[in-house]
């Protein structure tokens, strides 16, 4: 079946202008997880949405970043007024909840630079 | 905080060898253990999973699991230059996912 999508591929931005990156999740999968990559750098958990539940958000580096998922489906992160040390591989993960609620499928992720 | 503790290489192997990757934690209570594959450029990609102690076996691939020592390997059989990439190990945390940075194996034909 189809796995995680996200767009776009590739966002190239001028400092100070906001951003919205979205995610599918696999269809079923209630939990939905955003992580950032930086180059050569591990991943960096930011928030989680898990069914109807408040997110989790503790990863969130700043009040910059914002996310949220409408209809227990789609998410969109949005970066305001970013920043060059916001440039990375953002990642998005879904997994089945409950059940194997820890097996986490990647989509390709959003290369984010910003000049 | 939870931890999750990788070297991370470069692990260099010639083709046809094991490679063994190896994988500490720190919270005594995590019960489900990860690991996946990236290759450079690429998103992480989940190849195994194992919640009990001992071995567990997928193809060339076997994960082992000791919670009474807290840690978490990875045996590779039969290595082949397509293995090079960087192996995340995962352990059920409070995100609830807990990523290691990873190892870096490069598999040398």
């Known amino acids: 079946g189809a796995g995680v999508s996200q767009s776009p591929s590739n966002k190239v931005t001028e400092k100070g202008k906001d951003v919205e990156l979205r995610c599918d999740p696999i269809s079923g999968h209630t939990a939905l997880y955003w992580y950032r990559q930086s180059l050569g750098q591990g991943l960096e958990f930011l928030i989680y949405f898990q069914g109807n539940s408040a997110p989790d958000k503790s990863g969130l580096p700043s009040d910059r970043f914002s996310a949220e998922r409408t209809g227990g489906s789609v998410s969109t992160l949005t970066i305001q007024r970013t920043q060059q040390e916001d440039s990375a591989v953002y990642l998005c993960?879904?997994?089945?909840?409950?059940?194997?609620?820890?097996?986490?499928?990647f989509g390709p992720g959003t290369r984010l630079t910003v000049t | 905080q939870k931890e999750v503790e990788q070297n991370s290489g470069p692990l260099s192997v010639p083709e046809g060898a094991i490679a063994s990757l190896n994988c500490t934690y720190s919270d005594r209570g995590s019960q489900s253990f990860f690991w996946y594959r990236q290759y450079s450029g690429k998103s992480p990609e989940l190849i195994m999973s194992i919640y009990s102690n001992g071995d567990k076996e997928d193809g060339r691939f076997t994960a082992q699991l000791n919670k009474a020592s807290q840690y978490v390997s990875l045996l590779i059989r039969d290595s082949q230059p397509s293995d090079s990439a960087t192996y995340l190990c995962?352990?059920?945390?409070?995100?609830?996912?807990?990523f290691g940075k990873g190892t870096r194996l490069s598999v040398i034909a």
């Open positions: 993960a879904s997994s089945l909840w409950p059940g194997r609620s820890y097996e986490q499928y």
């Open positions: 995962a352990v059920e945390g409070n995100t609830p996912l807990v």
